[in-house]
T-cell receptor, first 114, second 111 residues
Framework: KAGVTQTPRYLIKTRGQQVTLSCSPISGHRSVSWYQQTPGQGLQFLFEYFSETQRNKGNFPGRFSGRQFSNSRSEMNVSTLELGDSALYLC?????????????FGEGSRLTVL | SQQGEEDPQALSIQEGENATMNCSYKTSINNLQWYRQNSGRGLVHLILIRSNEREKHSGRLRVTLDTSKKSSSLLITASRAADTASYFCATVTSGNTPLVFGKGTRLSVIA
C-alpha cells in the first residue's frame, strides 16, 4: 500500500509569491490534515479536510487555504508569502479522522521563502 | 498553541540503555499519542493511549498515562542507534478537536 505522497519535496519562493502544495493520502483514507513545522513554533495545525469538507482549522491567517478533491487528494495554498512562512509543511492522512486514530504522515514539503 | 510539553528537550544515552521521555499536558484529554520523527522527515505513529487506559506496550516501547497528574511517559528499552530521532506527544482534548503536538524530545543514542 503506497504511503502519503507530498509534492514538491523542496521549493524556493520569494516574498509576495504564492505556493501550492499537494498531498495524496493513503488509498481509502478520507481525512487529510496539514501541519506547519518550524524550529521556533514546532508543529502547528493548519486544517483538516474530511470527504471534501473542512472539518477543523488552526489559527493561521487567511493567506493559508486548502481544499480536498473527490479522490481525497488535497492541496494547500499560501498566498503573499512572507519570510516567516519558511517551514516544513506536513500532510497526514487517516481513515476516520485525525482525532480518533493514528495519523500517517508524508515526508513533507520544505518551503524556503527568500 | 502547545498542549503537551515534553521533558527533557534533549537526551543523550549509550546504546543498550533505556530512554524515558515525559509529556505533561494542560487540559483533560480524549487520547494521547506518541510519534517519532527522524531528522527532517515525516512523523511515524508509535502508540495511542486512551484516557481510560493506564499503560500500553508495543515491542520495546512502553507508554504510561496518569490522568490525575496530566502526564504521560514513553520508555524505550534497550535503545539502539536507530532510535535516534525526535519524539513528540500529541493530545486530543475532545471528539472534535485537532491533534495538538508538543515541541518534542530529541533523543541521541550513541553506539
Amino acid at each position: 500500500k503506497a504511503g502519503v505522497t507530498q509534492t514538491p519535496r523542496y521549493l524556493i519562493k520569494t516574498r509576495g509569491q504564492q505556493v501550492t502544495l499537494s498531498c495524496s493520502p493513503i488509498s481509502g483514507h478520507r481525512s487529510v490534515s496539514w501541519y506547519q513545522q518550524t524550529p521556533g513554533q514546532g508543529l502547528q495545525f493548519l486544517f483538516e479536510y474530511f470527504s471534501e469538507t473542512q472539518r477543523n482549522k488552526g489559527n493561521f491567517p487567511g493567506r493559508f487555504s486548502g481544499r480536498q478533491f473527490s479522490n481525497s487528494r488535497s492541496e494547500m495554498n499560501v498566498s503573499t508569502l512572507e519570510l516567516g512562512d519558511s517551514a516544513l509543511y506536513l500532510c497526514a492522512s487517516s481513515f476516520t479522522g485525525q482525532n480518533t486514530g493514528e495519523l500517517f504522515f508524508g515526508e513533507g514539503s520544505r518551503l524556503t521563502v527568500l | 498553541s502547545q498542549q503537551g510539553e515534553e521533558d527533557p528537550q534533549a537526551l543523550s544515552i549509550q546504546e543498550g540503555e533505556n530512554a524515558t521521555m515525559n509529556c505533561s499536558y494542560k487540559t483533560s484529554i480524549n487520547n494521547l499519542q506518541w510519534y517519532r520523527q527522524n531528522s527532517g522527515r515525516g512523523l511515524v505513529h508509535l502508540i495511542l493511549i486512551r484516557s481510560n487506559e493506564r499503560e500500553k506496550h508495543s515491542g520495546r516501547l512502553r507508554v504510561t498515562l496518569d490522568t490525575s497528574k496530566k502526564s504521560s511517559s514513553l520508555l524505550i528499552t534497550a535503545s539502539r542507534a536507530a532510535d535516534t530521532a525526535s519524539y513528540f506527544c500529541a493530545t486530543v482534548t475532545s471528539g472534535n478537536t485537532p491533534l495538538v503536538f508538543g515541541k518534542g524530545t530529541r533523543l541521541s543514542v550513541i553506539a
